[in-house]
């Protein structure tokens, strides 16, 4: 029995060899099948990060057709080049002064239309507008706000027409308003 148990013994290891065997020879042929797989990324991304370089450079590079003088091919651009003295160098002045120049100062309104007539033209609320939003009181005027000039050309004549509007109140708003200034501040 002892010699069966050992034998017994022996052949479990034999199959567990066997079977560690199997796996390293499968866990070898994974391991070689990954690293081509990897080698054949790695040749993609060379080849792709040189498409990029190459179209990096066709966008963005230099977009002349000049080309570097090609061996055995005449120049036909260059002869002023060629004959000119390498040795001559022009004689330029040591101070060279540029004069200076004053710009006109832009002309206003009132320098334009000095000279040319001008009345003032006022802008008032049609009547059924002169009630007050809020409380229906009849507004009273207050004065004038500058809208704009106009200048108004008829053939041989012209003339400047300030036009103003004409700026209202409501007194019994404006009443309840001081009323509330001083509630509040006082």
Known sequence: MAGNSKDSKILEYKDMINQLNKTIAAQTELIQSLQKTLE???????????????????????????????????????????????AWKPELPDDITVPEHKRKARRTHAELFKNVP????ILSLPEEERNCPTCG????????????????????????????????????CARSFTTNFIYYFF
């Open 40 to 86: 054949a990324d790695r040749l993609e991304k060379e080849t792709l990060r040189q498409q990029i370089e190459y179209l990096t450079k066709k966008l963005f590079g230099t977009s002349s057709e000049k080309r570097k003088d090609i061996e055995g091919q005449l120049n036909l651009f260059d002869e002023a080049e060629q004959e000119a003295d390498p």
């Open 137 to 172: 009181t009849q507004m009273e005027c207050i004065g004038k706000e500058f809208v704009r000039h106009e200048f108004r050309f008829t053939p041989a004549k012209g003339k400047v027409v300030n036009i103003y509007r004409e700026t209202y109140k409501c007194p019994e």
């Open 118 to 121: 001008s009345c003032d033209e």
